[in-house]
């Protein structure tokens, strides 16, 4: 398989956990609506092997954000636990974790590319 | 799964651009290609200035993704230094080359 | 709009249900014992709050937003008190049907709601300036 540009993907991670972020926002909000189903993007491997592929950025799932035209599949996540009464499956443990995932992730990827974009230009330096 | 990440592709723009000037032709052939790959490589680097600019017009007026800009940016920011230590260069060795005595 | 500033959008919407949930929880508190002025009088109906998610055309995502507040249909609790205005012929008066442990209880959750919403504006915010951060020359 060809190389991959560190900056693209960096890019790319970058949108999905943006996207996540959104997800996990929504869920929060809703955590006390009747009926809402948690949601969650599809896991970044997945994306990843999609690359070949075209995004479709209008297919009803799909967040998909202007001006990127990046879009990740989102799904209702399945729920094991005990269903409550007002069938609400968003857990705020669950939700408040997945939020730290994601700024985790995103504080290294802001490093990566902070650390190889000062490489490059120390190299093209005198 | 991912193949390995190529470091030396950072800058796709660039790279493949100087590695195309093939410095082992001899005679004018060389001069044209070596000119041609500067050529491509200034206008790149103007490219994403444009690219960079626009982008942050647009930041400006509320309606950018912001790591678009960020990287749009940067990339200009690294093709910019790169350009400018490759003048640079032609320039002293210009300027290396007209002192020669004959 | 990209995806960060969805979210601190859809944050802010379920800030903005959960408060109008603490406004209502705090109404019936403050009305709990609130009587009809005439003999046989209704007193304070308790209110609720029903939230419904709508999906956000500008961002994809879901906010989160007040559909209605209606009234408990539930009993009024009765209580002899004879020497009341509201007191009927045989000295009964109607009290609101409002439990104030449950009303206690739907507080501590609306509170705990509005600061996970916050949590998530704190880290979308954050994450926007990590990304805007990376363009400083250090």
Known sequence: MEPVNLFDLAMRQSQWLAVRQTAIAGNVANVNTPGYLARDVEPFEKVLDRTGTVPGSTQPGHMGFGATEASFRTQAQEYNGAILPSKNTVVIENELMKAGEVRRAFEMNTAIVRAFHGMLLSVSKG | MLGPVGALRLTPALASQTSTTSLSQSGTTAGASFADALAKAASGSVDKLENAEALSVEALKGNADTRQVVDAVMSAQQTLQAAV???????????EISRMSI | ??????????????????????????????????????????????????????????????LVDVSAIDRDPSAFRLEFEPGNIAADENGYVKLPNVNVLIEMADMTEANRSYEANLQVIRQARDLISMTIDLMRTS
């Open chain 2, 85 to 95: 230590a490759i003048r640079d260069k032609i320039v002293s060795a210009y300027l």
């Open chain 3, 1 to 62: 709009m990209d995806a960060l500033t969805a979210s601190l959008r859809i944050a802010a919407s379920g800030l903005g249900a959960q408060s109008e949930r603490l406004r209502v929880v705090s109404e019936n508190l403050a009305n709990a014992q609130s009587t009809g002025n005439f003999p046989g009088a209704d007193p304070y109906r308790r209110k609720t709050v029903t939230f419904v998610s709508e999906l956000d055309r500008i961002s994809g995502g879901s």
